[in-house]
C-alpha cells in the first residue's frame, strides 16, 4: 500500500516518496503569540499532528518542526494595550498554546523556532536575495522585487496580471503604509524601526523582519534547503507560502517542499473564524463548557482535512456522541478484560491474522487513511471495531458469555487501541479521571457509607456518627431514607 498525499503545487494526489528513504522533513507554519488560540488554530494544529503520528505509525522517522511567530504588528498593538512589552505578550501566549495543545493531546514538535531567536538566518537571506537581484532597499526597509521571480504565483495558480486586473483597492501602489516599494507586489523582509518599537541591528540599519521571510529562514535552518512536506492552513497559500517559495527558490534554485498541504478553514456562519472578525471560540472556552477534548479531536478528524467545516453546536454534540462509542470500545479490556481470562492468556496480539482473505483491522484503516490522509476513513473502521466491542460487553453482561472467543475479542481490542493513539484518541477510565473537588471519588464516599451502615447494625453509632461528620465536613451531605437505604450528594 502506498500512501497518497494531494500537493497544493501540483493540484493532484501523489505517491508520497521523501527525499531520504525512511525519513520525514516537515514544517507547519505556527500561531502568532497574541491572543489564545480558537478553534481554527486547534484544526490546524489538530490535522498535522495526526498526519505526523499517522507517518510514525507507517514507520517513517519525522522530524517535525513548528514556528512561532514573535515579532507582529498585532502582538506589538496589544503589548501597547496592556501597557507591557511584546515579550511578555509573545510568552504568556505561548505557554497559553502550549497548555491548550496538551489538553487537545496535540503532541509536541521537535522544534519551535521563534522569529526572535532566527535573527541571524533572517539576515543572511535577506543578503542573500539582495546580491542576486530580488531584493532592494528603500530608506532603512527591504523589499522583495516579485516580478524578479519567474516562477511567482505557481502555488496558488496567481499570475500577477490577474492579480492586478482585479487588484484594485486590493494592492495600492500609494499605500500609505508602505510607500517606497517599486511595485505594489513586492512585499517587506525588512522593516525599518519606528520610534519605541523593538528592534535588531542589521546592513540596514536597525528594524525588524517581515512575516514571510521568518519562515525561510526558519526552514533553513532547522531543516535544509528541500523538505518533505510543508503544511499550514489554506488561508496561507497566498500570500504567505508563496512568498515564502519566492524567497527560499530564488536563493537556492531548489524546491522549498516537494509536498505542499492545507488544511481547510473552521468557519462559523460561512466566514473563517478568526481573531480579528471576533467570530471565535477559544479551546479553553470550548473545554471548558465542558467538552471532551477528544470530542474536539472527532469533530476535526470527521471531516475531510482539505474542506472547510462549520462550527455549529449540532457538530460538537454530535462529535460528544461518537467519542462516547468510541470510548466505550477503547474501554473493553478494562472494563472486561479480567472476566473474559485475558489475564491468563498469553496476550500476544498478532494484529496479522486475520481468517483467510479478511483484512486485518489495522490493513483497513492504512487503506483508509492511506488515500491523502482519508482519518474519517479510518474513524469508520475503528467505529464498527468500537461498536462490536460495545455489544459484546452488553452480551457478556447480561448473559454470562461473549459470541465472539474471548481471545478474538482481545485482538480486535488492542488494534483498536493502538490504531485510536495514531489519530490522538486515548480514553481514561472513569474511576481514574474521577477525583472529586472534595478529593473524595464517588466509590471512596459510597464505601464510607457501607461502612456506616456495618457500624450501625452492629449498633456502633460513635463510629456510624464519625463517618457521617467527617463526610459532612468535605461537602458531602448523607441523607438516611428509611429502611436502610442512605441517599448523598455534594453541598
Ligand atoms: N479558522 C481557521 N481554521 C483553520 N485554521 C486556521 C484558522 N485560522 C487560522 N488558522 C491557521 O492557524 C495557523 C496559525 O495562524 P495565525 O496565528 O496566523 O492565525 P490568524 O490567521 O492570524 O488567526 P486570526 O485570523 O484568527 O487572527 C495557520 O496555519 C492558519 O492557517
Ligand atoms: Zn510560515
Known amino acids: 500500500m502506498t500512501l497518497h498525499l494531494y500537493n497544493t503545487l501540483t493540484r493532484r494526489k501523489e505517491s508520497f516518496e521523501p527525499l531520504e528513504t525512511g525519513k520525514v522533513r516537515m514544517y507547519c507554519c505556527g500561531i502568532t503569540a497574541y491572543d489564545f488560540c480558537h478553534l481554527g488554530h486547534a484544526r490546524t494544529c489538530i490535522v498535522w499532528d495526526t498526519a505526523r503520528r499517522y507517518l510514525q505509525w507507517r514507520g517513517y522517522d519525522v522530524n517535525y518542526v513548528q514556528n512561532f511567530t514573535d515579532i507582529d504588528d498585532k502582538i506589538l498593538n496589544r503589548a501597547r494595550r496592556e501597557g507591557t512589552s511584546m515579550e511578555a505578550v509573545s510568552e504568556r501566549f505561548i505557554d497559553a498554546y502550549f497548555e491548550d495543545m496538551a489538553r487537545l493531546n496535540v503532541k509536541e514538535a521537535n522544534a519551535y523556532p521563534r522569529a526572535t531567536d532566527s535573527l541571524d538566518g533572517i539576515k543572511r537571506l535577506v543578503c542573500e ?107 496561507l497559500v497566498f500570500p504567505h507560502h508563496e512568498n515564502e517559495i519566492a524567497q527560499s527558490e530564488a536563493i537556492t534554485g531548489k524546491s522549498l517542499a516537494r509536498y505542499w498541504l492545507h ?179 464517588d466509590g471512596e464516599i459510597e464505601a464510607l457509607i457501607q461502612q456506616r451502615a456495618e457500624a450501625r447494625k452492629t449498633k456502633n453509632f460513635e463510629l456510624s456518627d464519625r463517618i457521617r461528620d467527617d463526610l459532612q465536613a468535605q461537602g458531602i451531605t448523607l441523607i438516611d431514607q428509611g429502611g436502610g437505604v442512605t441517599t448523598w450528594h455534594r453541598n
Open 129 to 235: 536575495l539582495e546580491k542576486k537581484g530580488y531584493a532592494y532597499e528603500a530608506d532603512g526597509d527591504v523589499y522583495y522585487s516579485v516580478r524578479r521571480f519567474d516562477d511567482y504565483g505557481k502555488l496558488s495558480g496567481r499570475k500577477l496580471e490577474d492579480l492586478q486586473a482585479g487588484a484594485s483597492g486590493r494592492v495600492d501602489v500609494a499605500d500609505s503604509t508602505e510607500p517606497k516599494k517599486k511595485d505594489p507586489f513586492d512585499f517587506a523582509l525588512w522593516k525599518s524601526a519606528k520610534p519605541e518599537e523593538p528592534c535588531w541591528e542589521s546592513p540596514w540599519g536597525a528594524g525588524r523582519p517581515g512575516w514571510h521571510i521568518e519562515c525561510s529562514a526558519m526552514v533553513r535552518d532547522m531543516l535544509g534547503e528541500t523538505i518533505d512536506i510543508h503544511t499550514g492552513g489554506s488561508d
Open 263 to 441: 488544511n481547510g478553514m473552521v468557519k462559523v456562519d460561512g466566514e473563517k473564524m478568526s481573531k480579528s472578525l471576533g467570530n471565535f471560540t477559544t479551546i479553553r472556552e470550548l473545554l471548558d463548557r465542558p467538552v471532551d477534548p477528544m470530542a474536539v479531536r472527532l469533530f476535526v478528524l470527521m471531516a475531510q482535512y482539505r474542506k472547510p467545516v462549520d462550527f455549529t453546536d449540532d457538530a460538537i454534540a454530535s462529535a460528544t456522541n461518537g467519542w462516547q462509542t468510541l470510548k466505550e470500545g477503547l474501554l473493553f479490556g478494562h472494563n472486561y478484560g479480567k472476566e473474559l481470562g485475558w489475564d491468563n492468556q498469553s496476550p500476544t496480539p498478532t494484529p496479522s491474522n486475520p481468517l483467510q482473505g479478511e483484512k486485518t483491522i489495522a490493513q483497513q484503516f492504512q487503506e483508509a487513511v492511506d488515500d491523502d490522509l482519508n482519518f474519517a476513513g479510518g474513524l469508520a473502521v475503528l467505529f464498527e471495531v468500537a461498536k462490536g466491542l460495545r455489544r459484546e460487553g452488553n452480551i457478556l453482561v447480561h448473559q454470562g458469555k461473549t459470541e465472539t472467543p474471548a481471545s478474538e475479542l482481545e485482538q480486535q481490542w488492542r488494534s483498536l487501541v493502538e490504531l485510536a493513539e495514531v489519530l490522538g484518541l486515548e480514553a481514561q477510565p472513569e474511576a481514574e479521571t474521577e477525583v472529586s473537588t472534595d478529593g473524595l471519588s
